[in-house]
């Protein structure tokens, strides 16, 4: 009887480890599956957040273009008004009315007052580029180091991502191999259990707490699961339980 008694209590213990082990491949393969789901939006989103810090960092860059444009522009009006005043002063010599005579003059009064307000934009100008040139300088530092920790995360994402079909077959290469040595009934059960618990069919009991409902099950019932390797179920969520020490895990 004792023979009999140590036989039934070792296939009992086959069983339930069986059972951890097929759970251990569904939660696996489980996670896996929510990875590779998720990697690409963490890739997305880290896109996104590096173009709008590059577009926010390079706000001064634009706005040094922007003022070396119209620094540019407005050489280039000093430019033309001198060569209007030149043209104006050799036509004055040509002159045979008084009233014509101080009408050039205005116009070059106002080309030399034209003239100068525009210098004096073009040294604010110009401070201002002096200042930004600074600016710049950093920005392109800081922009240089954030794309350098951008494209490490990025390739540490990518590669993340092509390991997963690699890992999601060596994972289902398991469950096989532990599925079919699984009785028939025993897996229709796990399964059914396990649907009907958002893909966990075996649990751990710690402490008298089930870990997948995390409620307290019966002092009688704790006893035999430390004593007993009888497949019991949590009265609670009805998952498949078994004894598990966490501390001598630990």
Known sequence: MCIFRGKREK?????LLLLIKLQECDSQLVKLSAKKKKLPENIDKLDKEFASFKEEIEKNRVKYDELKSSH????NKI????????KTKERMLEVKNNKEY??????????ETSRSNIETEIISILDELDKLSVLVKKDE??????KNKYEQEKKTIE???????????????????????VAEDLLAKYEKIKKRNQGIGVISVWKSVC????????PQLYNELQ???QLFSCPNCDRIIYFQDMEKQA
């Open 79 to 86: 430019k033309r008004l001198n060569e209007s005043i030149v």
């Open 102 to 111: 101080q009408a050039m003059l205005k116009e070059i009064e106002i080309a």
């Open 11 to 15: 296939i009992l213990e086959e069983k």
């Open 227 to 229: 004593k007993s390797n």
């Open 141 to 146: 530092e800081t922009l240089k180091q954030n």
């Open 211 to 218: 870990n997948g409902c995390h409620m307290n099950i019966p």
């Open 159 to 181: 590669n993340d991502l092509n390991s997963i079909d690699t890992d999601i077959l060596d994972w289902e290469k398991k469950r096989i191999d532990v599925r079919k040595n």
């Open 72 to 75: 540019s522009e407005k050489e």
